[in-house]
């Protein structure tokens, strides 16, 4: 079983950033961040493997950045240039294989969100 914990969200302004850190208690080989909003399905942002190799949805591509340290076996989501629309609680996920895809039902494991909320 696998702890994950989440930290960093907060409230800012639309065109503000901010930076997501989840840490895992254990080996993880894919990591990555959800979200979910009120009345909306959780969807997937982005995720990384233990070699660097990453995925991001289309909304996110150059606005989010994720990044992992496998010595910390923490991982984090750099977000630039938020937007009101991004406004959402904010999931880390692993898993201990596959890294191939955002759908939330290959990730077994799940920290308890950190809200996000951008203000135009």
């Known amino acids: 079983q696998v702890q994950l914990v989440e930290s960093g969200g907060g409230s800012v302004q639309s065109g503000g950033s901010l930076r997501l850190s989840c840490v895992a208690s254990g080996y993880t080989y894919c990591m990555g961040w959800f979200r979910q909003a009120p009345g909306k399905e959780r969807e997937g942002v982005a995720a990384?493997?233990?070699?660097?190799?990453?995925r991001y949805a289309d909304f996110v591509k150059g606005r989010f950045t994720i990044s992992r340290d496998n010595a910390k076996t923490t991982l984090y989501l750099q977000m630039n240039g938020l937007k009101p629309e991004d406004t959402a609680m904010y999931y880390c996920?692993?898993?201990?294989?596959?890294?191939?895809?955002?759908?939330?039902?290959?990730?077994?494991?799940w920290g308890q969100g950190t809200q996000v909320t951008v203000s135009s």
């Open positions: 996920a692993a898993n201990v294989y596959g890294c191939g895809s955002l759908l939330a039902g290959v990730f077994a494991y």
């Open positions: 990384i493997n233990t070699a660097g190799r990453t």
